[in-house]
């Protein structure tokens, strides 16, 4: 697969998105490209989710990945949304074992100066900007996470991770860190970190799927109004066998449509 964005090519898919899904979408493409001798597939890196619906807009992309569902303004330029998976969200840590948390508990645990693991070691809050959508994806979440939010960007103390890649990079390197992310970055980068159980259970696509971890992060496929056939192409892979095995390997639950 290719990596740089080019001029449109019949036979040539170009996608980009979320940080989130930045390895998945390779593994996806990678999947798309050997099943259509046709076909090349290429993945535009470090877009996020607005950058790949505005290069989707433009007609530079066929396909935008995205974390966050159109503003009003972008479904007005006849952009076509479709959730196309779900994985489990929640809070990792660099902690070997974090334990367990009640989700009511959960924000004054975040914003609390004090808190520790159980092993009595430090927690260390990683923010993301304030206008990413993981930071609204969090602060909704849980009840008072908003505000706990708002409570630890006060401090000076505090790294801003900018991008995906950089919050579990951060989170990988520091010492009691605290972060949230989705199960599938973690297991598509192969990262060593610990989530907390909530409520007593883990992220897991079983537990997600019989509603006993219900926090989940959606994956939302974007294509013009026209799709171009490679487009549609790529729609109907995601829908078939070989598309959902890919997708649950990745711990994604595939979302019918």
């Known amino acids: 697969m290719s990596s740089s964005l080019t001029a449109a090519h019949a036979d040539n898919l170009r996608m980009g998105g979320t ?41 530079a992309l066929d396909v935008a990945i995205s974390a966050r569902p159109l503003k009003p303004a972008e479904v007005e330029t006849g952009l076509i ?3 196309f998976a779900q994985t ?10 974090p334990g367990d948390i009640a989700a009511s508990d959960l924000a004054a645990f975040y914003a609390s100066t004090t808190s520790t693991w159980p092993d009595g070691t430090p927690v260390r809050v990683i923010l993301r900007p304030n206008r990413e959508s993981d930071t609204a994806l969090l602060g909704g979440m849980f009840a008072g996470m908003g505000e706990a939010i708002d409570t630890v960007r ?39 970190l610990q989530f907390m159980t909530i409520n007593g259970y883990e992220p897991t696509l ?13 994956f939302y496929l974007m294509v013009p109004g026209t799709p171009t056939p490679l487009a549609q192409r790529f729609t109907a892979f995601l829908q078939s066998d070989d598309g959902k095995r890919i997708l649950s390997a990745a711990a994604c639950l595939p979302v019918i449509n």
Do not use: C, W
Request: aromatic share 4%; glycine share 10%; net charge negative.
């Open 19 to 59: 940080g989130a899904a930045a390895e998945l979408m390779k593994l996806l493409g990678a999947a798309f490209e050997a099943g259509a001798d046709d076909v090349t597939v290429e993945v535009i890196a470090g877009l996020g989710s607005s950058g790949s619906i505005a290069a989707t807009i433009d007609g």
């Open 81 to 83: 949304q479709s959730v």
């Open 88 to 97: 489990p969200y929640g809070l990792v840590s660099s902690n070997p074992k």
């Open 154 to 192: 006060s401090r000076i103390d505090v790294p801003v991770a900018a991008t995906d890649q950089d919050n579990l990079e951060l989170a990988s390197s520091l010492d009691g860190s605290l972060v949230g992310t989705s199960l599938a970055q973690v297991v598509t980068e192969h990262r060593q």
């Open 206 to 218: 079983e537990n997600l799927e019989n509603g006993r971890y219900p926090f989940a992060k959606s």
